[in-house]
């Protein structure tokens, strides 16, 4: 059985080493021989970036014989190349003269190799004095990892951010106006800059991050999970393996993240959230939080292209840092006249899980949330509606008083949803916000084995339980076989808690 190889980035050694490789030189040939010459890839972290890229340079320079098993091995004419290989997870980026010194530590050691002599000081002229002279005779290949981490990586500070763009913007630029030497050229990154603000001098880049050719480019399919990992997963749940795992989508075919799939193996067959674990989004939160996000939303986003593509300091949504950050994925594309649409969801079990829970526990500031969810879990299983009324009335007192005049959040309806939402969520219930009939819009629905609730929030003063029933929201859950319960849940602004929970069963 092949070693799992957890946090290795190096084809050498995987190849070497035994450790399981699941072979994707057939996308690496297809990117070298269809003539585009400059690609960019947008991938979230951990999805096995680094390991391509370090297969690409392992083609380019020729490594012929660590390719035996593989696709490529006696389909590519085998030649070498000089490589400029750039990882940005080496770079200091503390601040913009950190971060340019750095470059310039890279840059010389870079030139130490070719044996060349910079004639300036200068990162952009340096850059572009390396290029030349390592592709002269043979043309170069260009490969940068993580091109975006030094800005990403200071997002909260935008003075540092802003400084370290411009300083990329530059550098980038270089790239283009050397064109003459160069053979081939791959970036990758997390988020995709508007190429207003980095890639205004680098236009010519081909954006294969929801190329349906190149959906499998990175991450795991479901033939590699039954096939490459059979021995491993052994008479383990494929169908759970998939819910919490699985979907990742660019188009293509939905694939799973390598990370995950190695620590659950690895981790004896547990079931938690390993890749959402390495990097608890705290930019994000403070984003959700200071812009009152309505977390029900995240049931109906659609973008555009525009929206999925563009990301910068100055102008940052929260839909396409979820996007970029696989906190969203790709569920289906809408065609309405000449304008493609996509429609985003939360990819997978474990990150439903892990981000309510997280959420759950930050706009609320309270750290025993699975508490309070599982009684309220309990009490919506059961019926129980007095129990429920109780442990949600605990559940919002518990709430900081700040928390509300800070924000003024008593006045908005949204912010209970979302904190009953969020609460919910993390307990891995299939629930639907802002749920769509034909007449209106359910605040949310929650379907058990046995049971669907309709519910209603109202801080107006409303009786929330006849809207429901005057709107006839239940209809469009009648054919599910299932019991029925309306939930009418009204809260009081000078209180900020529920004041009444009105419930009416329907029967099957």
Known sequence: MKKLPIGISNLEKIIKGNFVYIDKTKIALDLIDNGAGYYFLSRPRRFGKSLFLDTLKEIFQGNKDLFKELYIYDKYEWQSYNVIYLNFNEISYGNPEEFNNSLIAFLNAEAYKYSIEFKTE????????????????????????????????????????????????????????????????????VSKFSKVSLFSGLNNLNDITIDKNYSTICGYTQSDIENKFKEHLKDQDFDKIKEWYNGYNWLGESVY?????????????????????????????????NNNYFLPDFDNIVADKTMLDNFDVDNIKIETLMWQTGYLTIDKVETVLDN??????????EVSISMFGVLAEYITKNTTYKEYSNIILKSLLNNDFETLKTYLKTLYSSIPYNLFTKN????????????????????????????????????????????????????DGKNSLEQIKEKKYHEKYIDRNKKIILLGIEFDKKERNIVKIKAEKLEK
């Open 257 to 289: 993240n390598p990370f995950d799939i190695l620590l659950f193996i690895q981790k004896g067959f547990v079931f938690d959230n390993y890749w959402f674990s390495t990097g608890t989004p705290t930019f994000l939160l403070k984003l959700i939080e």
């Open 122 to 189: 200068y990162v952009k002229d340096m850059f572009a004095e390396l290029i030349r002279k390592v592709g002269c005779n043979k043309k170069a290949v260009i490969l940068i990892d993580e091109y975006d981490k030094p800005i990403l990586d200071n997002i909260e500070n935008k003075e540092i951010s802003k400084k370290i763009r411009d300083i990329l913007k530059s550098f980038y630029s270089v790239i283009k106006d050397n064109d003459e030497y160069l053979k081939f050229v791959f970036l990758t990154g």
């Open 340 to 349: 493609r649409m996509y429609l985003l969801k939360i990819p997978n079990k």
């Open 408 to 459: 003024k959040m008593y006045k908005y309806e949204g912010y209970y949803v979302s904190v009953f939402y969020s609460y919910l969520k993390a307990l891995g219930l299939e629930i639907i916000g802002e749920d769509v009939t034909n007449k209106g819009r359910i605040d949310i629905t929650i379907i058990l084995p046995e049971t669907i609730y309709i519910i209603e929030f109202k801080t």
